[in-house]
């Protein structure tokens, strides 16, 4: 008889699946199953439904507007040079990471929890997608700055790092995000610190940036 035509390209993928490809989508399963048993606060019947109040409080403090809105304040009302110097370079640190989180969600494109309710604090396009955690980021990247350009005695920098993990947490169990969205977002906000440092703006490399203020 007529030899069998060969099959697709894609259907031999399917039948014959990579290890890679298998434990990614064991990997996938695993975060989706978990996120979702973890997001306890993600509606007002869920099992810890009375917390979404202090939720939705961690959420405003990490969210970006705030945190922009603030460092301008304080660049507009300082008479130090040097906290101008910090808070110009906290500025740029907000900036970079809003830049570079509508891009990284912009090329992953994943969307949220489906789990999770649309009320969230002023909310742009980009956001209706879930990787990375942008909060998870921000949380990251001000907790590196805080602790390494403000003097706090030792109870102020557990607190910070407490707030830090706390926010982070809270995107889960609000069912705004996945675990592993939460995981990349604090690992990418660690490292966008380490690149504000390296590009850290003063007077002598920045002279322009400065005289505005």
Do not use: Q
Request: charged share 15%; aromatic share 8%; net charge positive.
């Amino acid at each position: 008889g007529a030899a069998a035509a060969p099959l697709p390209e894609e259907d031999c993928m399917r039948l014959n699946p990579s290890f890679v490809g298998i434990a990614l989508s064991s990997l996938l399963a695993v975060d989706l199953w978990a996120s979702k048993r973890l997001g306890v606060c993600a509606g007002e019947g869920s099992a810890w439904g009375s917390a979404r109040p202090l939720m939705k409080v961690l959420e405003v403090s990490g969210h970006g507007i705030p945190w922009l809105l603030g460092t301008c304040y304080g660049l507009c009302h300082s008479d130090s040079s040097a906290a101008r110097e910090v808070l110009l370079n906290l500025l740029f640190a907000l900036l970079l990471d809003l830049v570079m989180v509508a891009v990284v969600k912009g090329l992953v494109k994943r969307p949220r929890p489906t789990h999770n309710k649309m009320d969230m604090f002023v909310t742009i396009s980009v956001d209706k997608y879930s990787f990375p955690s942008g909060h998870a980021t921000r949380a990251a990247l001000v907790c590196r700055f805080v602790l390494r350009h403000l003097v706090l005695a030792v109870p102020l920098r557990v607190l910070v790092v407490l707030w830090a993990l706390v926010v982070s947490i809270s995107r889960v169990m609000l069912g705004r995000h996945n675990m592993t969205d939460v995981l990349f977002g604090l690992v990418l906000g660690y490292a966008l610190y380490s690149v504000v440092e390296y590009c850290w703006l003063s007077p002598l490399n920045a002279p322009a940036l400065f005289a505005l203020w």
